[in-house]
């Protein structure tokens, strides 16, 4: 498989698929919702230092890595050190956990344009939307066509047609969602949302927040799990800037989570609704909104096509790491690959889905199984795998080893940030919010 896609365009390509894989579901879905529970401004406060400093070195680290070795994320790490595989790997465990939560929220996006042709039902999964959730058949059915539409796609080969159809969703979702912002900000009481957003509230930093800021910095970036290293071992020329490259995806994420913060809250004042509302509140706000503009029943449903498609390339980008894994290193075929993760992820994707509902009651922790398995892939398990990245590189390989770019003082601060801060910053968080520290 690393034949067929060893051809991008180069650093365009490299752009799109990264960006692709970045902006999705954790700016429009989960940013919101974890900002909302965390303080808004005190939580955005540390998920821009985090970004800027643990999140973009990271991504610099693994792009830069995959250009230099050309392999896949358990290769890439192989060749610092044989022992140091499983770092690689480590990503692939990653990707199972994500997945099937992922679908679940996904096949949320599904129903919405199914029921948005019928008037009723639209209304109908507006009000109702906690109940549709604890259903035990129709979100459960709605995820298995999400998972299937990635897993077909999968399946085919992603390669001729990512580019392109990045192209597309990108610029279409950067206009539609400044076109809800513009609107939600001229309703009455919008500017207490816009306040929340942006005042920090410096009370609300507990460890348990920066945990969570740091969490949604690894799911958002989609750092820690070798994306960057499978996606960068394509780039045919090696004079790349990694920084220049990789700089404007790491832009372009924080862009579409400011543009989304900036419309749901001030939704949340402006409707009078709930902030602590979970997963569920990007799936109750916007609705909301498009109740409230003309044409809205069209523009939902131009939106949610948008966001389907940005949440499919990120879904694509996830299981591609398991597909590649499963040929390279298990010598299955792609097409057994795809098929044997795409029956697991069925399993473990409709447990996720009745956690809402059935199985509610089923608790780790205090947490639902679909809390749990997001709270394990984004706050220990990517950070634990950006914590060994930061270490096999900076330390093992030597952060100097690498250029990310010509700018000396861009350099210095990369090498930097990846010996020292990375590994102490994800430390001392994860213990911190253990009570160790
Ligand atoms: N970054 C993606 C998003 O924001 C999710 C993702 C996480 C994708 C990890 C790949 C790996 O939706």
Redesign the pocket.
């Known amino acids: 498989m690393s034949h067929e896609r060893a051809s991008w365009g180069s650093k365009l390509g490299l752009i799109l698929a990264s960006a692709g894989?970045?902006?999705?579901?954790?700016?429009?879905?989960?940013f919101p919702y974890v900002a909302g529970q965390n303080g808004g401004g005190s939580f955005l406060l540390l998920y821009l230092i985090c970004t800027f400093t643990i999140g973009i070195t990271l991504v610099f680290a693994e792009a830069a890595l995959g250009v230099k070795t050309k392999s896949d994320p358990a290769g890439a790490f192989g060749k610092i050190h044989p022992r140091l595989k499983f770092i690689g790997v480590l990503g692939v465990l990653?990707?199972a956990v994500?997945v099937p939560y992922?679908s679940v929220v996904g096949g949320w996006i599904v129903a919405y344009i199914v029921k948005s042709f019928s008037v009723s039902e639209i209304q109908n999964f507006e009000s109702h939307f906690t109940e549709f959730s604890a259903d035990p058949v129709e979100p459960v059915a709605y995820f298995a066509v999400y998972l299937l539409t990635t897993a077909a796609v999968v399946y085919m080969g992603i390669e001729k047609g990512i580019e392109k159809y990045c192209k597309i969703i990108m610029p279409g979702l950067f206009v539609l969602l400044l076109a809800l912002m513009v609107r939600v900000l001229t309703l009455d009481n919008a500017w207490q949302g816009v306040k929340f957003f942006f005042t920090p509230d410096f009370s609300k930093i507990t460890a348990a927040t920066m945990l969570n800021a740091m969490g949604q910095v690894?799911?958002?970036?989609?750092?820690?799990?070798g994306?960057y290293i499978t996606y960068a071992s394509y780039v045919k020329n090696d004079d790349i800037s990694v920084g220049q490259t990789m700089g404007r995806v790491i832009f372009l994420?924080t862009l579409v989570s400011m543009l989304t913060g900036l419309t749901i809250f001030p939704a949340v004042f402006a409707f009078g609704m709930q902030m602590n509302a979970g997963p569920a509140l990007t799936f109750i706000t916007l609705p909301k909104i498009f109740a409230a503009i003309p044409f809205g029943t069209f523009f939902g449903l131009v939106f949610f096509v948008i966001l389907f498609g940005?949440?499919l390339t990120?879904?694509i980008?996830?299981m591609e790491?398991v597909t590649t894994f499963l040929c390279d290193q298990v010598k299955m075929t792609r097409k057994r690959a795809v098929a044997a993760y795409t029956a697991l992820c069925l399993v473990t994707g409709t447990l996720v889905s009745l956690s809402f509902g059935r199985l509610s009651g089923f608790k780790i922790g205090g947490k639902i199984l679909f809390d749990q398995f997001d709270f394990l892939?984004?706050n220990i398990l990517?950070p634990a795998g950006g914590f060994l990245t930061a270490v096999a590189i900076g330390w093992v390989l030597g952060a100097d080893k690498l250029t990310v770019s010509q700018n000396r003082y861009v350099q210095k601060s990369f090498e930097f940030c990846l010996k020292w801060i990375c590994p102490a910053g994800v430390l001392a968080i994860m213990l911190n919010a253990l009570g160790m520290i």
């Open positions: 894989s970045a902006v999705g579901l954790g700016n429009l879905w989960r990653t990707s994500i992922y690894f799911f958002s970036v989609s750092v820690g799990m994306i994420d940005a949440a990120s879904s980008s996830l790491v892939a984004s990517m």
